[in-house]
């Protein structure tokens, strides 16, 4: 007796405090009450993405007495088989999650079944209201409330919030205890994080770029477009894309935000590096004389143009305005790697950028320190043996559109708390400045030349001056160079005073003359003139000609029946050498001032007058006419969306090989 009231007291007075807690703490039972998730927001306060109620079950396997029955009544409700449910009812753990975003049906006939340890609380659930609008900048939330990717991952810690807790006093059969304590500690709502992202110019950007990839039967096209004064990204689009309300339909490779995470060679739309480079060195200007064959022999290798094409004597200007590759790469072995190196560096090649977004990757670009490297850089005057991400050459022309400064691209204009109240706002950063204003200037205006007299012309806009580079580059493989292509045009408008800076990308395009100048600059025209005229950009009138001469139009590029019609509204004839279907050549050159009826000669690419019969398409969707076009050897231009109700020409006529049908889609 004299032990046991020794041991009663050691127990309620020595550590009854201690005992008392530990008992409390095994009957309190706590629960985590998950944030409201912040919003993400267009720079207009658009909502694309939204946190919203809705049931999810979940199991406490101590109060499960029948874990078998309990399965087989739970498994036609669930996404999980009995075995599965099983497993989850015979963890030793207190709770555990079994299914959650449940429709209003199933959580109902789960509650009727009356199932002892089975709860149904009600969790916040992401759900995107433009559906694949900016899907790949907005990303994934998972059921956890947690960012998977895009800025849902990047900016997880501000939209998260921080979760509370509620605990009840709870009997051994999980039963509220009349009169027990309960605390609660409420969740504070994460932040809204507002992009700078436009949906109208999304939107915009991804109905001509499903068009574009669709009618060239292309693997992937990008487009992406920035205020190049402050780096705002204004949309971001790619094609083929996915609804992230169902991101688990899809791959991840489908998902990945390729403007921001791979690389790729840029070919010919990297030279404006090249030549930014080139006059802010003194090294050139836009009469200087170069020697432009079909091939150059240098460091072991040998330069050639695009198709074999030989420039002979040529300006400098004229060597951008025609994408001569040999002048580029003799200019970057004039400037030599190391100051060549430099530029590069300055415009943001070879390194990361900063931009808010996970997964940026830095590029690869040659080191200067090494010898033997004559060739290699001898091609990355050209954009040949450099990659390059379409975040860093988009940036790289918006430093010249921007006078010479490299501002940092970003995709978050700011931050607001969950009752609208500014927290951040991001202000514009400069990276830094690669050139003078003053070469900025000179190479606006002879990318606007490449516009207007060289092959860049179907990216013009009337009442918008353009200016920009095509780019057609070669897709590297194993043991050398593939048969793909990727087509490109970067730009931007107007060249006065530019309020748009854009890079059209076509990957791997299977079309006849799948050009970047063909393909990806009139992408870039209907693109751009319809955001121009959404932010009230005002067009300015052009001048016309005197009536006794005509300025030569640019036909680069364009077919026969094109080139035409735009020489006979000058008033100029022509004659027509070779029988291909484009215009390689044409003498005098775009821009010349002559007198009226002058002659204009016309020098058509190497090609076949080849016929094919126009398959019918009709009934078939967008990507079935498509690959049944382009097999019989045509291209389509798409009107609508839905399903094929009509065509032109109509199905059996026979015209020539490289033809473009016009297909009407309804839905």
């Known amino acids: 007796m004299v032990g046991l009231a020794i041991r009663l007291g050691y127990l309620q007075l020595y550590r009854g405090e201690e005992l008392a807690l530990r008992a409390l703490a095994q009957r309190m039972r706590p629960q985590t009450i998950d944030a409201q998730?912040?919003?993400?927001?267009?720079?207009?306060?658009?909502?694309?993405?939204?946190?919203?109620?809705?049931?999810?079950?979940?199991?406490?396997?101590?109060?499960?007495?029948?874990?078998?029955?309990?399965?087989?009544?739970?498994?036609?409700?669930?996404?999980?088989?009995?075995?599965?449910?099983?497993?989850?009812?015979?963890?030793d753990k207190t709770s555990v999650w079994l299914a959650r975003g449940l429709t209003v049906e199933t959580s109902q006939a789960i509650r009727s079944l009356g199932l002892p340890g089975i709860r149904i609380v009600q969790r916040p659930q992401r759900y995107y209201p433009q559906g694949s609008l900016a899907a790949h900048v907005v990303g994934i939330a998972g059921a956890d409330n947690q960012g998977l990717e895009g800025i849902e991952y990047f900016y997880d810690k501000i939209l998260a919030g921080v979760p509370g807790q509620q605990a009840t006093e709870r009997d051994a059969a999980q039963r509220?205890?009349?009169?027990?304590?309960?605390?609660?500690?409420?969740?504070?709502?994460?932040?809204?994080?507002?992009?700078t992202i436009d949906t109208v110019l999304q939107y915009i950007a991804e109905t001509r770029i499903q068009e574009a990839v669709i009618s060239s039967n292309s693997?992937?096209?990008?487009?992406?477009?920035?205020n190049p004064k402050t780096g705002e990204i204004l949309a971001n689009a790619i094609y083929p894309t996915f609804d992230p309300n169902y991101y688990q339909e899809v791959s991840v490779d489908r998902r990945r935000n390729v403007a921001i995470t791979d690389?790729?060679?840029?070919?010919?739309?990297?030279?404006?590096?090249?030549?930014?480079?080139?006059?802010?060195?003194?090294?050139?200007?836009?009469?200087?004389?170069?020697e432009s064959g079909s091939a150059?022999?240098?460091?072991?290798?040998?330069?050639?143009?695009?198709?074999?094409?030989?420039?002979?004597?040529?300006?400098?200007?004229?060597?951008?305005?025609?994408?001569?590759?040999?002048?580029?790469?003799?200019?970057?072995?004039?400037?030599?790697?190391?100051?060549?190196?430099?530029?590069i560096r300055g415009f943001g090649f070879g390194q990361r950028l900063g931009v808010d977004f996970p997964g940026e990757t830095a590029g690869t670009v040659l080191s200067p320190s090494r010898t033997g490297q004559t060739l290699q850089w001898a091609n990355t005057g050209f954009g040949q043996g450099i990659a390059v991400t379409p975040l860093q050459l988009l940036s790289a022309i918006s430093a010249v559109a921007n006078g010479g400064t490299l501002m940092k691209p970003h995709f978050v204009k700011e931050i607001r708390d969950a009752h609208g109240k500014l927290v951040q706002k991001v202000e514009a950063e400069v990276l830094g400045t690669p050139i003078s204003p003053q070469t900025a200037a000179a190479v606006s205006e002879l990318l606007r030349s490449v516009v207007v007299n060289g092959n860049g012309n179907r990216a013009d806009i009337q009442g918008y001056a353009v200016a920009g580079k095509t780019g057609t580059a070669e897709v590297p493989g194993v043991g050398g160079y593939t048969d793909d292509i990727i087509a490109s045009f970067v730009g931007f408008a107007p060249v006065d005073d530019p309020a748009l800076a854009m890079l059209v990308v076509l990957y791997k395009p299977k079309v006849e003359s799948a050009y970047g100048g063909v393909l990806a600059a009139p992408v870039f025209r209907e693109i751009?003139?319809?955001?121009?005229?959404?932010?009230?950009?005002?067009?300015?009138?052009?001048?016309?000609?005197?009536?006794?001469?005509?300025?030569?139009?640019?036909?680069?590029?364009?077919?026969?029946?094109?080139?035409?019609?735009?020489?006979?509204?000058?008033?100029?004839?022509?004659?027509?050498?070779?029988?291909?279907?484009?215009?390689?050549?044409?003498?005098?050159?775009?821009?010349?001032?002559?007198?009226?009826?002058t002659t204009v000669h016309l020098y058509f690419d190497r090609g076949d007058l080849e016929e094919v019969a126009v398959p019918s398409v009709t009934g078939l969707s967008m990507l079935d006419a498509s690959a049944a076009l382009t097999a019989a050897g045509l291209r389509i231009k798409v009107v609508g969306s839905g399903v094929a109700v009509n065509q032109l020409p109509a199905a059996g006529t026979v015209v020539p090989k490289g033809s473009t049908v016009e297909v009407e889609f309804e839905l």
């Open 37 to 91: 998730r912040g919003r993400i927001l267009d720079r207009n306060y658009k909502t694309l993405a939204i946190s919203m109620g809705a049931d999810a079950v979940y199991a406490l396997p101590e109060s499960i007495r029948d874990v078998e029955g309990t399965a087989r009544q739970l498994a036609p409700y669930l996404s999980l088989s009995e075995a599965e449910l099983v497993r989850l009812l015979s963890s």
């Open 263 to 290: 690389q790729y060679e840029p070919g010919s739309t990297f030279k404006f590096v090249t030549a930014a480079a080139a006059l802010d060195l003194g090294i050139t200007d836009y009469n200087r004389i170069f």
């Open 296 to 343: 150059w022999e240098v460091g072991g290798g040998r330069v050639r143009n695009l198709d074999g094409r030989a420039f002979g004597r040529i300006t400098f200007r004229e060597a951008l305005e025609r994408s001569d590759n040999i002048t580029f790469a003799k200019l970057s072995l004039e400037m030599g790697p190391e100051r060549f190196y430099q530029y």
């Open 219 to 226: 693997e992937r096209g990008l487009v992406l477009v920035m």
């Open 528 to 597: 751009m003139e319809e955001s121009l005229e959404y932010l009230g950009v005002k067009r300015r009138q052009e001048g016309r000609p005197r009536s006794t001469q005509a300025v030569v139009p640019n036909v680069l590029n364009l077919t026969k029946q094109e080139a035409q019609a735009r020489l006979a509204q000058a008033g100029l004839f022509w004659t027509m050498e070779g029988e291909g279907t484009l215009v390689t050549n044409q003498t005098p050159s775009p821009g010349v001032r002559v007198p009226a009826q």
């Open 176 to 195: 509220s205890i009349p009169g027990g304590q309960t605390r609660f500690v409420p969740p504070q709502p994460g932040h809204d994080v507002v992009l």
